[in-house]
């Protein structure tokens, strides 16, 4: 099974249990997503990047975090297997929020 298949695979488990993935419908879930690798270190989104796409954490999890003006890190959340990250409300107003 290829990670691509994975990434489908855990996608329509969590958001479209009721959707036959090889149907039509399947394939309009399908065309929202591109499935993208990040490496260790790797970053999704940055902060005031605008984004047309959600991401959907297929395995790992990913760290959404601030740094304050004195270089302090805190961490907002993490985002674990089968959930979503990325600011998606950027993408329709082309403005972040953050």
């Known amino acids: 099974m290829t990670a691509t298949r994975d990434a489908f ?9 009721t959707i036959d993935p090889a149907s039509a419908d399947g ?21 005031g990047e605008v984004t047309t796409r959600g991401g959907f954490v297929v395995r790992g999890c990913l760290r959404t975090y601030s740094i304050d003006p004195d270089g302090v890190e805190s961490i907002v959340y993490f985002s674990a297997e089968q959930s979503w990250v990325g600011d998606i409300r950027s993408g329709p107003v082309a403005k972040s929020d953050t």
């Open 27 to 47: 394939s309009f879930v399908r065309s929202l997503f591109v499935s993208r690798h990040l490496k260790k270190g790797e970053f999704y989104q940055r902060a």
């Open 9 to 17: 695979d855990s996608l329509f488990a969590t958001i479209a249990q």
